[in-house]
């Protein structure tokens, strides 16, 4: 499926040279993606934790200047510490090492860039399953959002400390997921 007025094919490989940032989707028309399917083609499999560490995903919704999504590949994807096999509704990682997601994503305008934030040379195949979606219901849908937590140094010096606050949200919407890894 092509996307209208979109920048990039929706089923390709990406090759991602050192330090790149890469605009990989496109798209100012409303609309949802409804999957996203991954995979690194030129890693072996010891090397994929690495690989999921190293490439970034950052997604832009609305003419946003701060990305809604940036998180790495693996953290995207549910394998935080590596390649598993696993499979859920929401994600999963299959036996050829595709990862999948099937997170409801509506957007006004969507932009997808890749970030290689390593030394090394990565070639990432992405698939994007869309639909159009009025700008009404574009405007009316929650969106959804990933983003890392780290400590901050208000956490460092409250009388809290170690514990970090981890979730701290005003306004509307949905909170329908949280997850927490740490190293």
Known sequence: LKL????????????????????????????????????????????????????????????????????????????FSGNIEYSTTALGSLEDNTLYSNWYM????CKIELVNNSSDEYITYMSFDNERISVDKAE??????????????????SDRFPDSLGLDVKGNGRLVGFAYHSN
């Open 106 to 109: 509506p957007y006004s305008t």
């Open 4 to 79: 209208l007025e979109s920048k990039c094919d929706t089923n390709q490989g990406y090759y991602l040279k050192p330090r790149e940032n890469k605009v990989i989707y496109d798209d100012n028309n409303p609309g949802a993606i409804k999957k996203i399917k991954a995979k690194v083609l030129n890693v072996r499999e010891k090397d994929l934790k690495k690989a999921y560490k190293d490439i970034s995903i950052n997604i832009y919704y609305d003419n946003a200047t701060y990305p809604d999504i940036s998180v790495s590949l693996g953290d995207f994807f549910g394998v």
């Open 140 to 157: 009316e849908l929650n969106r959804f959002v990933c983003r890392y937590k780290s400590l901050e140094d208000k956490d460092m010096n």
